[in-house]
């Protein structure tokens, strides 16, 4: 019998925690500014799940660049086994929910991440 597949959600880290949550895993290389620690409600941070620093600054949150900050970040994320096999293993446990902080809910590196942990599945 497969393994029950467990939802993947993403939330900003400035939006209220649910009970819906599960785990909630920020997967930001930085803290996010003005966010107390016990208002975040976080589970684990995955700080060397995020994009590069390098990824990151070149992106600049540019819709344009975003095609292409998928694939450099996908390629990434599969030279970062270790990262990527503690995300799967929460995920493998119950409900996850991706935190980040990113202003631009439709252009962010977590919904990358959500769509390659799903496809691992």
Request: with cysteine.
């Given at each position: 019998m497969a393994a029950p597949k467990h939802t993947i959600a993403i939330k900003r880290a400035y939006a209220a925690p649910s009970?819906?949550?599960?785990?909630?895993i920020l997967v930001?290389?930085?803290w996010p500014r003005g966010l107390k620690k016990d208002a975040a409600r976080l589970d684990l941070w995955l700080k060397d799940i995020a994009p590069s620093p390098e990824l990151r600054v070149w992106f600049g949150h540019e819709p344009a660049r975003f095609a292409e900050f998928m694939r450099r970040y996908v390629a990434e994320l599969k030279t970062n086994p270790d990262a990527v096999a503690q995300a799967e293993r929460q995920v493998a446990q119950g409900p996850v929910t991706l935190v980040y902080a990113a202003h631009d809910e439709t252009h962010n590196h977590a919904?990358?991440?959500?769509?390659?942990?799903?496809?691992r599945r």
């Open positions: 009970e819906d949550d599960g785990c909630r930001d290389r930085l919904i990358v991440l959500k769509t390659f942990l799903e496809s």
